[in-house]
C-alpha cells in the first residue's frame, strides 16, 4: 500500500491549481483522475471571464493549466476512487487498482450529469448529449434545444446558436438563474427562441431524438428538435464519501473559509462545495486556498505529534 501526505481527486480547474500549489511547496502527494483532466472545461467553447486569458476555448484553457501543474513537475495518476475512510488521523483512499494512505485529502470532482428527463437516459448518445463543442458541428441548419439554467446553459448555448439553424433555450424557472448579461446577448441572436417556465416532460424519438414533449403555462405542447442538451441533473460525484459523516447541503460540501469540510483533514473545491458562484476562476481560488489549508494542517498535525 502506498502512503503520501496528501490525495488530490479530480483534475478539472480546481484539482490543477492545488497540484501546483502543493508541488511549489514540495508537499508529498498523488493526483488522481478517472477521466481526461480538464473538467468541464473540455465542454465549454468560449471562456471570456478569466483573467489575463480572454477569448479562449475551454479546452485550450485546460491545457493551459495543466501545463502549468506539469512544468512544475505535477504528474495526473488515471485511478477511480471508490471509497474513502478514515481512522484517527489517517485516511484510506480504495480506487479500482490498489489503496492509498494519506494524512489530508482534497476532493475536486466536480459534478456529473444524472438523467432525471424521461427518455433521456435511452438516447444519450442518439441525440441526448451534454457536450456542445463535442456534438454541435453536426447540427448545421438543425434545431437543437438546450435546457436548464446557470452560466454553463448559455455558454453552451452560443456555441449552439452559432451552428444550428433553430435554438430553443428551455428553462424551467420563470426567473432564469444565471448572468443576466450573457442572457440578454443570446436571446438577441435571431436563430434564438427563449422559453422561460417550460420544464421538458419527455424526450422522444425512434433510433434518434425527433421531439421533445414539454409544459408552459399548464399546456403541453411538441416541439420537433434534432437533439436536445439537457442540464438540469447535474449531481456531485462524491458517492465515494459515503461512508464519512460529511456536512452537506442541497448536495453539496459545506467548507471553512480553509475549504475544509466538518471532517478534520478532508478539504473540497470546486462545484461540489456549497457556494454562490460557480465558474472556472471560483474553481482555481478553491484550489488555492484548499492546497494552502492542507499545508496548514499537515503542519499541525507535525506540531502536535510533537
Known sequence: MRETDVVIVGAGPAGITAALYLKRANASFLWLEKSAPGGKLLNIS?????PGLPHQDGFSLATNLLKSAYDAGAKIETL???QIQKEGDTYTISTNKEDIRCKAVLVATGLANIPTIPGEKEFFGKGVSYCATCDGPLLKNKVAVIYGNGDRVLEEGFYLANIVKRLYLLCPNETYQGDETLLKKLKE?????YLPSSKILSIQGDFRVTSIRY?????EHVLETNMVFPFVGEKSA???LSTLPVLMEKGFIVVD???MSNIPGLFAAGDIVKKRLRQVVTAASDGAIASTGI???L?????NAK
Open 189 to 193: 441572436k435571431d436563430n434564438v427562441t
Open 80 to 82: 477511480g476512487v471508490e
Open 299 to 303: 503542519h499541525s498535525l507535525k506540531r
Open 295 to 297: 499545508l496548514s494542517y
Open 46 to 50: 468560449e471562456v471570456d471571464n478569466y
Open 215 to 219: 409544459s408552459s403555462k399548464e399546456e
Open 238 to 240: 462524491i458517492q465515494f
Open 257 to 259: 473559509d480553509k475549504n
